[in-house]
């Protein structure tokens, strides 16, 4: 099945600075990759994804790419902020058919930001 | 629109009791996933119902169950519970446009004594 790894486990880092997570899979058939911030205490959220036919996508302060070759795929945060401070999650899945709905996580990323 | 709702959101058993957790899904989503979440193994898929079926099933032991109603509201099961099964549990519901999308519930903390 599915194996998923990020990396780091924890990230500290100034305010305005910026912060990359990074993760790898395994399956060459999964094709869609979401990142997920969860608070302390709150669910998981959204804040971007990206499939396979696009190589970078950006949302603000926030960007991913994906380099589908290397099997692997990162979370960029510029310009980062104290509220910017969760865990995040990077995950992996297949789309089409019956493999609509399983996410395989990595084991997260705790970023702190420090004012 | 309303967001994933999960019922309860705390709950305490002990050991060999069993439980049911309830989840509410985005309203027009008809896939709903369930996930546990806990400290050492970090955020690990359960299972996925669509259409009131079973689509896909992670590597949980048969204690672990669920159903789709068919307004699309789930229910999962643990049958005898463990001290190992104290987690929080999370569903997540998909929608019909995109449907690779899933939008995660408050989840229900489970404390097995």
């Known amino acids: 099945g599915e194996n998923v790894e990020q990396h780091p486990s924890t990230l500290s880092v100034q305010e305005g600075d910026s912060a990359v997570i990074k993760c790898t899979y395994s399956d060459s058939a999964s094709n869609y990759f979401p990142w997920y911030k969860q608070e302390l205490g709150k669910r998981p959220q959204l804040i971007i994804d990206i499939r396979s036919n696009v190589g970078e996508k950006k949302d603000q302060r926030i960007a991913v790419t994906l380099n589908k070759t290397a099997k692997h795929f990162s979370l960029h945060i510029t310009e980062t902020q104290p509220e910017d401070s969760a865990v995040y999650f990077c995950?992996?899945?297949?789309?089409?058919?019956?493999?609509?709905?399983?996410?395989?996580f990595g084991q997260g990323t705790i970023l702190t930001v420090h004012p | 629109k309303a967001g994933v709702t999960q019922t309860p959101r705390y709950l305490i058993k002990t050991r060999g009791q069993q439980v049911t957790l309830s989840c509410s899904p985005i309203?027009?989503?008809?896939?709903v996933s369930w996930y546990q979440q806990t400290p050492g193994q970090g955020l690990q898929f359960l299972f996925e119902?669509?259409?009131?079926?079973?689509?896909n099933k992670g590597n949980f032991p048969g204690r672990f169950s669920g159903r789709q109603f068919s307004n699309s509201r789930s229910e999962m099961n643990v049958s005898t519970l463990e001290l190992g099964d104290s987690a929080l549990y999370l569903c997540?519901?998909?929608?019909?446009?995109?449907?690779?999308?899933?939008?995660f519930g408050p989840g229900t903390r489970l404390l097995v004594l």
């Open positions: 119902y669509f259409s009131e079926t079973q689509r």
């Open positions: 995950a992996a899945s297949r789309t089409g058919g019956t493999s609509y709905g399983k996410l395989t």
């Open positions: 997540a519901s998909g929608g019909t446009e995109r449907k690779e999308t899933q939008y």
């Open positions: 309203s027009g989503h008809r896939s």
